[in-house]
């Protein structure tokens, strides 16, 4: 690859995360019920992942179910949990056709039985895809995730002084490791739709250095060409990391 085909394809987010808000209030403005909100969101996802394969991005991780979303009421979220187990199966043709591997974030053990059974069948399907990885994230929290890092880390350890020296050793880097899941990139950008400012708990650990973005859409109505917009958002910020902008534009030498 040549240095300038190199230089673009920076400008196209690897790991894209989606906070997919605004079906409730999309359903309300139509007169219809929120769980149909919940469906026209839940057949964005289709499009989502073919939009974001054919702009080239490796990973889009997909908020479809937080921790705190228990919290609704009974019977939206056993129609958000139906959903999934009945539409997910209908999916994996698709996800075959466009080379979309399937993985999951979050505590799905916790999930009702139909919809563990709907997302095991679809990941193991999907496992040997590689044009695009889907990251579905249901019953996700951050916090809960790196609480879960925590405890993964002070049970790893048999003996007293290997632990002392983990402790004494761990970064950033090795923690990582301890937040068991492999393959998860950074988050380069994190688009929020239906129009609320806010993160609510979506991957604290790494989305630390990500762009935000902020759309207006609700996600039921959300288009491919309001990915292009973020896209294009995206591609014109620059990433400094701590760094100054002279040094990302190589005009000092330091
Ligand atoms: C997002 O849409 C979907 C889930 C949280 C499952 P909402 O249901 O939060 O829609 P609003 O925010 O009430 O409009
Ligand atoms: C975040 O949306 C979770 C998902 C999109 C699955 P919410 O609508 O639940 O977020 P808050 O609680 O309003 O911040
Ligand atoms: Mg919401």
Redesign the pocket.
């Known amino acids: 690859m040549s240095s300038s085909e190199d230089q673009i394809n920076q400008r196209v987010p690897q790991h894209v995360a989606i906070i997919m808000?605004?079906?409730?209030?999309w359903a309300k403005a139509q007169g219809l019920s929120r769980l149909e909100g919940h469906k026209q969101g839940a057949k964005r996802l289709r499009d989502v992942i073919r939009w974001a394969r054919d702009a080239g991005i490796k990973q889009v991780s997909l908020y479809a179910f937080s921790t705190e979303n228990w919290k609704r009421p009974k019977l939206e979220v056993a129609g958000l949990m139906t959903l999934m187990a009945t539409m997910l199966p209908l999916e994996v043709p698709k996800m075959m056709e466009e080379g979309a591997r399937l993985l999951t974030l979050g505590d799905t053990s916790k999930l009702p039985w139909l919809a563990r059974k709907a997302l095991q069948r679809a990941v193991k399907a999907t496992q040997g895809n590689t044009s695009v990885d889907v990251i579905l994230c249901l019953n996700y929290g951050g916090h809960q995730e790196i609480v879960e890092g925590i405890k993964t880390f002070c049970t790893t350890f048999s003996n007293e002084e290997e632990k002392q020296k983990a402790l004494a050793n761990l970064t950033d880097e090795s923690f990582y490791v301890f937040l068991g899941r492999k393959d998860v990139l950074p988050v380069d950008l994190l688009i929020r739709t239906?129009g609320?400012k806010r993160i609510?708990n979506f991957h604290l650990w790494d989305a630390a250095y990500a762009e935000l973005y902020f759309s207006d859409t609700n996600w039921p109505a959300y288009t491919e060409n309001d990915l292009k917009e973020a896209l294009a958002d995206f591609a014109s910020r620059e990433r400094r990391f701590g760094k100054t902008s002279e040094q990302i534009q190589g005009v000092t030498n330091e």
């Open positions: 808000d605004g079906n409730g209030r239906g609320e609510s």
